[in-house]
């Protein structure tokens, strides 16, 4: 899979004012990403590490200093990630991932796309 496809597949639409977090858009897919839904696919970005109490994995379409957050790209170019066991992946590795793809349409706290039982390869 591309980070074309991902960006391709999708549509958002403004929220209605009663939302949480009004900068989330509800999406939309096509019926060729909805086709790839709880299917094994392979993607290669940029891990981010998000800290708090617990870590969160994002692979990103570009690097840390110009990943979606910074203003490079939109939702679509950040995916989460749930790795099947432990790594040792840093910020900004490069990784060929291959999981199970899951869409998301409404919520909130999410990526639009997450893969799940997530392996990674590291780029030398």
Not at 43 to 63: A, D, R, W
Not at 105 to 120: F, K, M, T, V
Request: hydrophobic share 35%.
């Amino acid at each position: 899979m591309e980070w074309s496809d991902l960006s391709e597949e999708i549509s958002l639409e403004l929220p209605s004012r009663d939302v949480i977090f009004p900068e989330f858009q509800k999406a939309t897919f096509t019926t060729k990403m909805k086709a790839l839904e709880g299917k094994k696919v392979v993607i290669t970005g940029y891990l981010l590490v998000l800290e708090g109490e617990q870590s969160k994995y994002l692979l990103s379409q570009n690097p840390m200093a110009s990943c979606f957050f910074c203003g490079n790209g939109g939702p679509e170019t950040v995916l989460d990630l749930q790795f099947a066991q432990e790594h040792s992946f840093e910020m900004d590795d490069l990784l060929s991932v291959e999981g199970i793809l899951h869409l998301n349409e409404n919520d909130q706290e999410l990526c639009y796309y997450r893969l799940e039982n997530a392996n990674g390869l590291r780029f030398e």
